[in-house]
């Protein structure tokens, strides 16, 4: 059996500045339309699916070539997980086997992002045995093309691992919080719509794939705005949402 042509290409993983990314909704529509030939972005904000509602709203009534879904970086207590095809919030800082049958039931799909990087906050290899064991399919694809540091680091191990022992879809995604990071790392898939991204990672067909080369460098002065919006700005934002979310729970 002859496997599907890969002739479509996602980036699944961008932050705008509904997070931590200097890059506001519209700026990413904007060049990934006229910088890039990417068919499927997904925007997917640290614990935030604001961002990527908006994008997907104004690209359909846009007129951009592109398919855009709506994501979220969740932070649950073991590690980022990634969460495609979203309509409403994911809770943030929970177990990860709640946090996968959160976004179940709204019918995404979450893959792993920076697989077992020690150099951010990741799911490790236990987490991953442990999710793997009491959610299949709960987990449908990991990260294996990843450009920043955090993700080059591990990015051997966890393609072999992949291939010996989980056998989930493979990704790519630039983890962009700047715009010419966008594309860097994507996702192959046979298709060219979001359904089809979809269908690629359900059956398991997809590759991740880095460019070569490197971005077009980005300026001190934004480097530093960057880390102060993740390091400063951030936390505080999702304290501020965590004790909301716990306020609501107790109310209900």
């Known amino acids: 059996m002859s496997l599907p042509a890969l002739t479509g290409k996602a980036d699944i993983h961008l932050h705008s500045s509904y997070s931590d990314g200097l890059m506001t909704v519209q700026q990413i529509l904007d060049w990934v339309q006229e910088k890039t030939d990417l068919d499927v972005i997904a925007v997917t904000d ?16 846009g007129g951009y070539r592109f ?12 590690g980022h997980l990634l969460a495609l095809f979203l309509e409403k919030q994911v809770r943030s800082f929970r177990p990860i086997e709640e946090t ?41 694809g990991l990260e294996v093309a990843n450009p920043t540091i955090a993700g080059r680091v591990t990015r051997l191990k966890v393609a072999r691992l992949n291939r010996t022992r989980y056998g989930l879809a493979e990704t790519g995604g630039s983890d962009a919080h700047f715009l010419p990071s966008i594309g860097t790392a994507y996702t192959k898939f046979a298709g060219k719509t979001a359904e089809d991204l979809r269908r690629s990672l359900l059956e398991r067909t ?34 501020r949402n965590h004790l909301a979310e716990r306020r609501t729970a107790m109310l209900a």
């Open 67 to 78: 398919d855009v879904i709506a994501g979220a970086e969740i932070s649950t207590r073991d």
């Open 46 to 61: 640290h614990d935030d699916v604001e961002g990527g509602l908006r994008a997907r709203e104004l690209a359909a009534g």
């Open 100 to 140: 996968i049958e959160e976004v179940r039931e709204q019918g995404g799909l979450c893959v792993v992002p920076h697989p077992m990087s020690w150099l951010t906050t990741s799911i490790g290899e236990r987490t991953l045995n442990r999710a793997m064991a009491h959610h299949t399919p709960g987990i449908f």
């Open 206 to 239: 997809t590759a991740g794939v880095q460019r070569p080369g490197r971005p077009e460098p980005v300026s001190v002065r934004d480097l530093i705005r960057q880390q102060g919006r993740s390091m400063i700005w951030l936390p505080a934002k999702r304290v």
